[in-house]
């Protein structure tokens, strides 16, 4: 089986997000990257599927050379190769249209896209990918087994979840639940030390435009000081939720 | 040229995402000079869409139980047959899952987590949230046919006067390859989607045993019940209720936390809630920085007796 599992370069979760020129764009001074925390549990999934079914796992980014070391951190913690599609990721719809290339060329049976990313949140590259290369898809993903061609697929839905049933090929938007948090990977040094002679491959990106722009960001206005009642007034809690916020 | 929206029922009865989006496409209609139309499926009574300004409904009912293919492309037909240049959907699972695959089908622009009406339609701009609520982005969608993806309880509901004409439709179906085998679903409780308040328990509550009061005031609140990202890493509590960044978003009118001491990776997940509640019994915990009214205590001190003023609240003003 040939696994492809798509790695986002995303700001870390604790980082400061500021805007430059003229707030267009991510100002990423002094901002840590990490893979994408969705991507991470398909990956760590993968990993299982390599170690116990014999799967090779390759990981693609679509992005500038800012990004492999997000990718060589992805083949310290045990895939096999990494392809980097050599263009800046301008949205969605354009980073799908990328990514199919390289499924189609690659002949993948399964890819693992996480469901959204943590800067963006777009939540569309799975979905639009699978509708491209028509294979099968199933979001929102938090179990995943495979047999042969046939593969048992849990999705979160709302207030519950789903058990579906179908065939690869297959493209999955991942999540939290693939694998838990405790069973994510720290690379060690000896993955790290190989990683350094896995093969990173560059590819020129297909004439693809991006169907949306960003034009500019903004940041929320600043939060208010907190109101704080006391544990033993707690009849001022209910009556400020009652007329002053008017939420119950 | 009518505005079309996908309006998500479950059981025959309109989820409260589906009123929001008919109401969010009614926005858009009226800024663009043009109609509702509200695609349903298997829907029996859609009178009550007219309400949010729904002029027209296409109701599908030969494509059966839910299939994000069979659904996107039945959608998409829909879309064709009105002409539509925009589409709205909601942020609901089943939504997030066929709209990337409805964009495709229409090569149709998508911006999701859109957040209030366009900002202009000529270009065609929305706000959305970004870097999972720390920022808003103004996108542009710049493509014929432009699907936007309503964030949830972010626009409200807005009634209308009208009446939504009611027409079969039967598009041709797409055929799938996924097969349901199982739902686990808890039907008697708000989903967190659904849900105006949401009441949620972190770490701080010691163990699984101590969820009976917080589920006590979800229930007199008709509230969700959610937990932070330890407890169900601890299997205290299902996967399903976890809210946060890598858990469920949260974007209620209400939002009580019990004894969640606010990472910021939880808070990224339900900065989005209009009005927030943090019950801790330590004053430094940093969710009381972004928490709008505060109780420091001892959480089995406090809850109770919240349930019992709310109780007492309710009967005053039932």
């Given at each position: 089986m040939k696994i492809l599992v798509c790695i986002s370069h995303v700001p870390d979760t604790t980082s400061k997000i500021n805007f430059t020129e003229d707030d267009t764009k991510f100002d990423a001074n002094g901002v840590q990257f990490v893979i994408n925390p969705n991507d991470e549990f398909g990956l760590t999934r993968a990993m299982w599927f390599k170690e116990k079914q014999g799967a090779s796992v390759d990981v693609v980014n679509v992005g500038g050379a800012e990004t492999e070391p997000t990718l060589r951190k992805a083949l310290a913690i045990g895939a096999d190769t990494a392809i980097r599609v050599n263009t800046a990721a301008t949205d969605g719809f354009a980073v799908a249209k990328q990514l199919t290339k390289v499924v189609q060329d690659g002949g993948y049976d399964l890819v693992i896209a996480g469901r959204?990313?943590?800067?963006?949140?777009?939540?569309m590259v799975p979905g639009m990918l699978a509708a491209l290369t028509d294979a099968n898809f199933v979001n929102n993903c938090i179990g995943l087994d495979i047999e042969g061609a046939n593969a048992t697929v849990t999705r979160e839905i709302d207030g519950g979840k789903e058990t579906v049933s179908t065939t690869l090929p297959l493209i999955v938007g991942g999540?939290?639940?693939?694998?838990?948090?405790?069973d994510l990977r720290i690379p060690n040094m000896r993955g790290i030390m190989m990683a350094r002679k896995k093969p990173l491959t560059v590819v020129d990106p297909v004439d693809a435009t991006a169907e949306t722009a960003s034009v500019k960001f903004e940041k929320p206005a600043p939060k208010g000081a907190v109101k704080l009642v006391a544990a033993d007034n707690l009849d001022e809690l209910v009556s400020l939720l009652h007329n002053e916020a008017k939420v119950i | 040229m009518s505005v079309l929206v996908y309006t998500e029922s479950e059981q025959g009865k309109f989820k409260k995402a589906a009123l929001e989006v008919a109401s969010y496409a009614k926005a858009v209609a009226t800024q663009m000079g043009t109609t509702v139309t509200a695609v349903t499926f298997n829907t029996s009574d859609a009178s009550e869409l007219g309400k949010y300004g729904v002029d027209k409904v296409l109701n599908i009912a030969n494509a059966e139980n839910f299939d994000a293919k069979v659904y996107a492309d039945a959608i998409k037909q829909a879309a064709e047959k009105e002409a539509a240049k925009v589409i709205v959907v909601s942020s609901t699972a089943d939504s997030k899952y066929l709209a990337p695959l409805l964009a495709v089908g229409l090569n149709a622009g998508y911006a999701t987590n859109v957040v209030e009406a366009p900002v202009s339609t000529s270009p065609f701009a929305v706000k959305r949230t970004a870097f999972t609520n720390k920022a808003f982005n103004i996108t542009?969608?710049?493509?014929?046919v432009k699907i936007v993806g309503l964030s949830s309880n972010a626009f409200g509901l807005v009634e209308n006067s009208g009446a939504a004409a009611v027409e079969e439709f039967s598009p041709s179906l797409a055929t799938s390859n996924i097969a349901v085998q199982s739902v686990d679903k808890a039907t008697d409780k708000v989903s967190i989607a659904d849900a105006d308040i949401v009441v949620s328990g972190g770490r701080g509550l010691k163990g699984p045993e101590n969820w009976g009061m917080i589920e006590e005031l979800a229930e007199v609140l008709g509230a969700a019940t959610a937990c932070s990202k330890p407890v169900s890493d601890l299997g205290w509590r299902p996967h399903s209720e976890h809210v946060g960044q890598t858990g469920k978003p949260v974007a209620s009118n209400l939002y009580i936390a019990v004894g969640i001491s606010g990472a910021i990776q939880h808070l990224a997940g339900v900065n989005a809630s209009k009005v927030k509640v943090v019950i801790n019994s330590d004053p430094e915990a940093p969710f009381f920085k972004a928490a709008d009214y505060g109780v420091v205590g001892d959480a089995f001190e406090v809850v109770p007796q919240l349930i019992e003023k709310l109780k007492e609240f309710k009967a005053q003003n039932a």
């Open positions: 959204e990313s943590i800067d963006y949140n777009g939540g999540q939290k639940g693939l694998v838990e948090e405790s | 542009e969608i710049n493509t014929d």
